[in-house]
C-alpha cells in the first residue's frame, strides 16, 4: 500500500485539474494532444482518489502532514466550483467549438460558392482567383478537422471521408478551371454542395443553408424551362420549387426572400399568361436574387 502523501485540498485540486483536462480533451484538442489531455486528467483524477502522488515521494514532498481539517465552507466552495465549470465550461465549449467550426466551414465555403459563380457566368480570371483560394482553404480546414472534430461533427462517421472526397474532387478540377470548358466544371463543381448538404443536415447546422440549397436545384429546373421558353414546363417545375420556398420562408422570411418569393411568382404569371418572350428575362431576375441571399447566408 502507498502512504497517502496528499491533503485534502491537494486532492480537490487534483479533482478540479481533472475536470478541466477532460473538457479540454473532449471539446477543443484531437489528435495526440487529446490523447495527452485525457492522460492527464486519468492522472489527476487517480491520485485524488488514492491520495498519493509519486513525484511527490520523488522529490519528498508531503501536502498531508500538518494539514488543518477542511472546513465546510470549502467543500461546498469546491463542489460549486466544480459545478460551475461543468456546466458552464461545457455549455460555452460546446458553442464556442460549434462556432469556430462554422466559421472554418464559412470561409471553405464562401469560395466555393464564388468559384462556383464564376465559372457558371463563364467568368475565367475571377474563376481561378476564388479556386485557388478554395483550394487553400480547403486543404486547410481538412487538415485541421480530419483530426480534431468537435462534438457536434464528432459523432459523424462520415465526416472524414467526405472531407476526403471534397478535398480529392476540387483539386481534380484544377485544369478545367485554368484551360477547360468552364460552364462544364460549374457542373463538376455542382457535385460538391450535395456533400456540403448532407454534413450540415447530419450534424443539425443552420437549416437555412440547408433549405436554400434544395431549392436552389427546383429553382434551377424553373429556369431551364423559362429558358427553353416552356409555358408548360415552367408551370410544372413551379410545383417543387414553391413547397421547397416555403420551407425557406418557414425559417427566414425577410425582404430578400420576399423577392425571391416575388420573382418566382412573377415567372409562374407570364408562363400562364402564356408571355414566353419575357420568360428568361424574369429567369434571370429569380436567379439574380437567390445568388443575393446564397451568397450571403447559404
Known sequence: MFTKNEGVIDRLIRVILAEVFFMLAWFWFGGVTQIILYTLSFVMLLTAVIGFCGLYKFFSCNTKHGEKKVSKIAIASFVIVFV????????????????????????????????????????REESIANYDKLVLECAKFSKKYSNYHPQVVAKDKNFNSDLAKVSEFITSLKDKVYTGDLKESHLDFEEVRPIFQDILKRNGFSMLAVYLVDFHDSMEKVIAEADKKNSVGVIETYVDANNKLITVEEVANDDEIKAIRNNLEALLNLAKSGNTEDLAIQAAELKSSFVKVYLKRG
Open 84 to 123: 460551475i465549470i461543468a456546466i458552464a465550461g461545457g455549455y460555452y465549449s460546446n458553442f464556442f467549438s460549434k462556432k469556430l467550426f462554422l466559421e472554418d466551414f464559412n470561409v471553405m465555403n464562401n469560395y466555393y460558392k464564388q468559384t462556383l459563380f464564376n465559372t457558371g457566368q463563364d467568368k
